[in-house]
């Protein structure tokens, strides 16, 4: 069977995440010391090496991400930030708050190398206020970092100085879109930007901004430690390294397994105990409800970016969400209809009226009016990519990703 294999999850329940000391007796910033004895742009090129890619849900490659920061970022006094999305709104995901809860120091240190990377002197990281655990995790770190002299003025005795703050978010899912995050951390009310700029040209406060998820930041001390092609040596050629995969539903172990990029999705239903009750496999949701339906044909699938791109389905956050036979696709759908439909922020008219309309067109399909389900699922993939390709934020475009997958694996069932 499938073992786990830990990177950003490796001190978890190792460690009293409420103790700096501890995190150090286990090589706890050893990484931040062998970063500042190399020069950025090394450090850069040795993230570009790695193949990392945001663990937040885009894939987007890291290296790239911290290179067009540093190099947006003219002339070389120009104020720089990094930043933290830990806001994790996605339902069925709650990595994040894992390793936040388990060991946070890990998430911080991370943070500290990429600041280094682009000579960034302020951080932060944004959160939702839910996370109450997490955020008292997280406030006691930090000052244990700024005691022992990880974070404030000249660290490691260098000239090079970085604070970091903690800001929280009031819950909102479109906060975890990382423009519109960034319109909340500045005090605005959450409404999305607009792209182009990007963040690592016009970031927070219209500077240039790296910004990673957790389990992103959470990477960068094991590549610094062991290097490029040690990292790329586990997982897939294009997804290389672990991911972090919170399993919940029908399953007998629901919870968090880190393991490497390429697992299957049959191995980590027996990782978590396989099938509860003993019930056959019907369908899984990949990546919370900004993801796909699949069927059993997928369960052989490397779980990786682009190989289940392939089946045009997505790995999204990590999210898992198991579902037997006796499961109803129908209500399934329902509820992630109208949770876009609820999280909504009204500020564009696709996106407003569309939602709302996807959820009363969801109910035709269970009683159509005209007696064709496959109609109607039709015309809500229209309608779904009209609002993705006029929307001004991801959530606009997120209803068309479990519709089209509905259509394909599922469209004999509804």
Same mark, same amino acid.
């Given at each position: ?19 700096i ?7 706890g ?5 062998k970063?500042f ?6 450090l ?6 790695s ?15 911290v290179?067009? %920061? ?17 806001d ?10 894992v ?19 682009i000579?960034a ?6 959160i939702?206020?839910e996370?109450?655990e ?5 406030e006691h770190?930090l000052?244990?970092c ?23 978010g ?7 879109e990382?423009?519109?995050?960034l319109e909340?951390?500045?005090g ?6 607009i ?9 927070v406060?219209?500077?240039? %901004? ?6 992103t ?14 990292y790329k ?7 290389p ?8 539903g ?15 999705l ?15 496999f019907?369908?899984?949701?990949l990546?919370?409800?900004a993801?796909?339906?699949?069927n ?7 779980m990786?970016?682009d ?7 997505i790995?999204g956050?990590g999210?898992?969400?198991?579902m037997n ?17 609820h ?15 996807l ?15 496959s109609h ?7 309608e ?13 475009g ?6 089209e ?5 599922f469209?004999?069932?509804?």
């Amino acid at each position: 069977m499938i073992q786990e294999k830990r990177i950003a999850l490796k001190n978890a329940g190792h460690i009293d995440p409420g103790s700096i000391d501890e995190y150090i007796a286990r090589g706890g910033f050893q990484a931040m010391e062998k970063a500042f004895a190399r020069e950025p742009k090394d450090l850069i090129a040795e993230m570009e090496n790695s193949g990392l890619r945001g663990r937040g849900g885009g894939g987007f490659p890291t290296g790239m991400k911290v290179k067009f %920061t540093d190099q947006a970022a003219w002339p070389s006094d120009y104020m720089k930030y990094v930043v933290c999305n830990a806001d994790e709104g996605e339902p069925g995901t709650y990595k994040d708050r894992v390793i936040m809860e388990q060991d946070p120091f890990i998430m911080i240190e991370g943070m500290i190398i990429a600041a280094w990377a682009i000579q960034a002197e302020q951080a932060y990281i944004y959160i939702r206020g839910e996370y109450v655990e997490s955020v008292r995790r997280i406030e006691h770190a930090l000052k244990q970092c700024y005691d022992k002299g990880y974070l404030g003025k000249h660290l490691l005795n260098t000239e090079f100085s970085l604070d970091m703050e903690l800001r929280l978010g009031a819950g909102s899912y479109l906060c975890g879109e990382e423009l519109t995050l960034l319109e909340s951390l500045e005090g605005n009310r959450g409404y999305p930007r607009i792209k182009p700029p990007f963040p690592a040209n016009e970031g927070v406060f219209r500077k240039p %901004t790296l910004i990673n998820n957790v389990e992103t930041f959470a990477h960068m001390p094991w590549i610094v430690m062991e290097g490029a092609q040690a990292y790329k040596a586990m997982g897939t050629e294009k997804s290389p390294g672990t991911k972090i995969f919170t399993i919940s539903g029908d399953v007998n172990k629901p919870g968090y397994y880190e393991v490497e990029m390429g697992t299957t999705l049959r191995q980590l239903i027996e990782l978590a105990g396989g099938m509860k009750g003993g019930d056959g496999f019907y369908a899984a949701i990949l990546g919370g409800a900004a993801g796909t339906f699949v069927n059993e044909s997928v369960l052989d699938t490397p779980m990786g970016f682009d190989t289940l791109k392939e089946k045009n389905a997505i790995l999204g956050s990590g999210a898992v969400m198991v579902m037997n036979t006796s499961r109803s696709l129908y209500e399934m759908m329902a509820s992630i209809l109208e949770f876009f439909a609820h999280e909504s922020c009204g500020k564009c008219v696709p996106c407003r009226v569309g939602t709302k309309m996807l959820v009363d067109m969801w109910d035709e399909v269970k009683v159509p009016k005209n007696g064709n389900r496959s109609h109607m699922l039709d015309k809500m993939a229209g309608e779904a990519d009209y609002m993705q390709k006029t929307s001004l934020c991801p959530l606009g475009g997120s209803p068309i990703i479990p519709i089209e997958s509905a259509r394909q694996y599922f469209r004999h069932a509804f």
